[in-house]
């Protein structure tokens, strides 16, 4: 007893044994509830204590672990050195599991001198979700790096296009009314150039997609309705050898996107399918409503959480390793023999589903099959209903003023040539200053404004604003080599007068009366 009548109390190192056995109890339940492997490791390098969570994370039990070396579960890691040298080996190490099996590990450690002799305390990490992670954001970026630069070269390339294009029309029509024999033969020569033209358009368009800068024309719709209308088309495609299964979730909800691109997506899909499969098999085409939660947009960039729509077409045919799955959506990467195919109908489908803000995920081995995954949001509107194509004009005569403002001088000309063509009179100007300068001295009314979008200087919003309040009848058509995120970023969104590049004298004819038959831009 203490002079005051109270017991005792042990000094801090008068430690009763019941004290000692409960600081034990909690050292080891800190020991067994760590989130990482921890092992105790001695100066020959073998294992004298692991955790609970290392049995989990090595696949071993603590009586097989205890009889490994630490070179035995993390191979290759210099574990002296490490251990007695730099104290610390960090990341970039590989776990090995008791089957075989290997995974990324980052392992940091501490000495403890005790004395039977020194220790090492080594503190592993599984860090595979981080790996994945990180190849993810890899990925992401390198095809926001291959979007960029194919979008502008698909700009570039358009201009070339519609000079080239519109040029042979005029040629064919210059040719027309003769009947020598040179001239059907330059005729052909003329239709074959077009013929190219056409081609080399529909691939910058794919490429346009795959870029997320194709004006799209968006509306409610719903899926199984469109696979619905397009599964005889698909069955027709695919051939009698291949056996085409529906499971379409019924209800399902709308999602909005161009109709035209989902299903050409489709179609893309099952021809890639059909042709894993050379000697028949089948393909499993499904629709599903699925939830998207935090911890799916956290390991996969760009998607929110929420309500999704999911296609799913799944086919048995001979797989892809994953080499080909890390590359299977950039544009012009193929498996198939030269000259088959562009190695742009991934790279589209890839384009279409991120700019209708979805995801999309492949997932194969070789010889087990491929299954895509397509993730549409879910959209709460009602479907929308397509309007009925007006009849085509293939020329308008008419003796308006129309002003045209492109900064590149072959595209200039010949849409000039073109509206002259039709009738119209023109004003040419090759900047947003010069079109003002010409708005300012010319005493006549200009029914209509044609300009570029993206021009140094002003841009062709710029140029509408600038020229409207001076002119408000006039009517505005905004023309581009890509359209969607860089005219947006011009000031170009929905509801406005477009025309994409390249483009016929036909097309722009349509486009003319179109807009002048009332419709605002």
Known sequence: MSVDGRADEPSPTEQTPNSVSSEDRIVTELLESAAQAILRVDQSGRIVLANRRAEEMFGCNRAELLECAMEDRLPGSNWDAACWGDMGIGAGLVGRRGDGSEFPAEVSLNT?????GTFAIAFVTDISDRKQLEEQLMRAHKMEAVSRLAGGVAHDFNNLLTVIAGYSRMILDGLAP??????????VYAEEIGKAADRAGALTNQLLTFSRRQLVQSRVMNVNALIAQSEKTLRHLLG????????????????????DQVEQ???????????????????????????????????????????????????????MDAEVRKHVFEPFFTTKERGKRAGLGLATVYGMVKQSGGDI?????????????LYFPRNADVVSQAGSEEPAHLARQSNDTVMVVEDEKPVRDLTVRMLQQLGYHVLAAASGAEAIEISNTYAGKIALLLTDVVMPEMTGRQVA?????????????????????????????????????????ETLSRKLLEVTHGRES
């Open 361 to 373: 995920q492949v997932l194969s081995e070789p010889g087990k099959g491929t299954t895509f995954q």
């Open 178 to 187: 003769q009947e020598l024999p040179e001239y059907t033969e330059l005729r």
């Open 112 to 116: 403890i001198e005790t004395a039977e």
């Open 265 to 319: 997506a489709i179609v893309n899909l099952a021809l890639n399918a059909r042709d894993a499969m050379p000697g028949g098999g089948e393909i499993f085409l499904q629709t599903a409503e699925v939830g998207l939660d935090e911890a799916w947009a956290q390991t996969h960039p760009s998607v929110k959480p929420g309500g999704y729509v999911l296609i799913v077409i799944t086919d048995t045919g001979l797989g």
């Open 465 to 505: 604003d600038a020229l409207l309040p001076l002119r408000p009848d006039m009517k505005v058509i905004f023309f581009s080599g890509y359209a969607e995120q860089t005219t947006i970023h011009h000031g170009i969104g929905s509801g406005v007068n477009f025309l994409s590049k390249p483009f016929s004298r």
């Open 240 to 259: 009698g050898d291949i056996r085409l299964t529906l499971d379409l979730q019924e209800p399902l909800g709308n999602i909005k996107a161009d109709p």
